[in-house]
């Protein structure tokens, strides 16, 4: 049985620090140079990136004003009170949305502000985009003599997937150029896409359900069957529809070739739009919606789970192999590892961390070095390999520090 398999202990973390020095020889030669030149600065590693986080706050802020809008421009047609009563019914699958994909996010948490900018890009610009061109297009409509009997149809089935999924995809595209250092792959596609969806899906809620409450009948049946639908039986339809642009993109992301990477985004996206047109054309030709959602919208859901967990093991994988390299070469025993690149090696390091009042140390230890795997990854696959070189500098350095705080160690003469 490997280390991987068997994280018996948590391991000796000086250890490893004092045997660097004498494995560089035996590792590969790339390696091996890179590790010795990032050994040298043992000292506090120094973060960079405070540009990147200036504009990430005036983003924030930007999309801030445009959410802002919107709101204006929703409550201007469904009133005060329906909008507060439809926020209200629209948090329940926010809310569902929001623990899910906190839950896949755990294993190399995306950075908050980046999370921010993505909701409320989904649930302003996005939505605002949808808007302007709804608008235009009926304008175009009446100036050709009014909607005729199809337009229901081409409204549902065609441009709100079309416009709405563009609108979406623009926002992960944004992420992909701003913040590429942390778009490693699948997963952080998949968890930007399902912000921005989610932030969509909230206020398309809001309006729905805002409008619905306007016109309520006696009973309230109309508002609690789109309740059900909406907000409990399809809290992750957009999700869905919008993580195949971003896993697509995160894909593209570890592709070496420009044009590859362009294709896998274009099917990704594509399949966005299939998948949004199959669920709002379906509802012209079902006549029983539930045994239709049972038969097709459900087990789509189940196979979306399944990638979900594939992707996430993959992930774990990919760290065990990245940091297996950097043990190699002596910046990790086997040990450390295994406890750094599993799911429940980690758990026990945290165990162990509880025990000994080292929670927050041994989390951003575990954290760094998931970063430093995932910046190794994009160097080999030589995507964005100079802001790659210097982040893997930085979280060695962080690594070091780390583990100091967890084991009270100082650092070595300078």
Known sequence: MTARDSPSAIPDFTASAGRAAQQLAAAPKEIASEAQHNLLPIGPPRRHGAGLLVLGILGVIALSFVLLFVVVYV?????????????????????????????????????????????????????????????????????LGGPGPAYDFFAAAIQAPIVEEAGKALGILVIFWVARRHFDGPIDGLVYAAWIAGGFAFTENILYFGTELVTLDGSGSGIFQMFLVRGLMSPFAHVMFTACTGIALGFAARSSRSAGGVGIFAVG??????????????????????????????PLFVVAIVIVLYLRKQEERLTFDRLTEYASVGWFNRDEVAVLATGRGR???????????????MKTYIQDATRLAFARQRIITGRDRISATTDEAVLLGAVVEARHALTGSHHPPQ
């Open 75 to 143: 409550i201007s047609g469904i009133g005060t009170d329906a909008f507060a009563l439809g926020g209200v019914l629209a948090v329940v699958p926010l809310a569902v949305v929001f623990l899910t994909v906190r839950w896949i996010d755990r294993w190399e948490p995306e950075p908050r502000l980046a999370v921010v900018f993505a909701f409320l890009w989904g649930a302003g610009v996005a939505v605002l985009l949808a808007l302007i061109v709804g608008a235009e297009i009926d304008n175009v409509i009446a100036a």
């Open 269 to 298: 996206f594509a399949l966005a739009i299939g998948l949004h047109a199959l669920w709002n054309g379906a509802l012209f030709f079902v006549n029983d919606f539930f045994g239709y959602y049972a038969i097709v919208q459900f």
């Open 347 to 361: 758990r026990q390091a945290l165990t162990w961390a509880n025990q000994h009042n080292k929670r927050a140390e």
